[in-house]
Nanobody
Framework: VQLQASGGGLVQPGGSLRLSCAAS????????VDWYRQAPGKQRELVAT???????NYADSVKGRFTISRENVKNTAYLQMNSLLPEDTAVYYC???????????????WGQGTQVTVSS
């Protein structure tokens, strides 16, 4: 199983970006999908979570600005980021709990990270 994160880039404050996290390989089911971020010199922090049923949760710092979603038929999750601030600058990683077959256990996988830079 591989997770491919994409969509990062350089954006001005107040701008928007949409990150994607595409899962490929032997996938039977995906439970939680999380987006994390890690800024230079800081610990990795949880930004947003979405369950298989579509329930979502956000860090206080991004509530009202970021939206997490998923397309189960495409095994893809998204993070729509609006009203971006310089403090949103970080490498963004996706993480997913995946079953590779009936009766197997849930295993967590990480994407490779995509850089988001918010600067004028």
């Amino acid at each position: 199983v591989q997770l491919q994160a994409s969509g990062g880039g350089l954006v001005q404050p107040g701008g928007s970006l949409r990150l994607s996290c595409a899962a490929s390989g032997s996938i039977f089911s995906i439970k939680f999908v999380d987006w994390y971020r890690q800024a230079p010199g800081k610990q990795r922090e949880l930004v947003a979570t979405i369950t298989s049923g579509g329930s979502t949760n956000y860090a206080d710092s991004v509530k009202g600005r970021f939206t997490i979603s998923r397309e189960n038929v495409k095994n893809t999750a998204y993070l729509q980021m609006n009203s971006l601030l310089p403090e949103d600058t970080a490498v963004y990683y996706c993480n997913a709990d995946v079953k590779t077959g009936w009766g197997t256990s849930w295993t967590g996988y990480w994407g490779q990270g995509t850089q988001v830079t918010v600067s004028s």
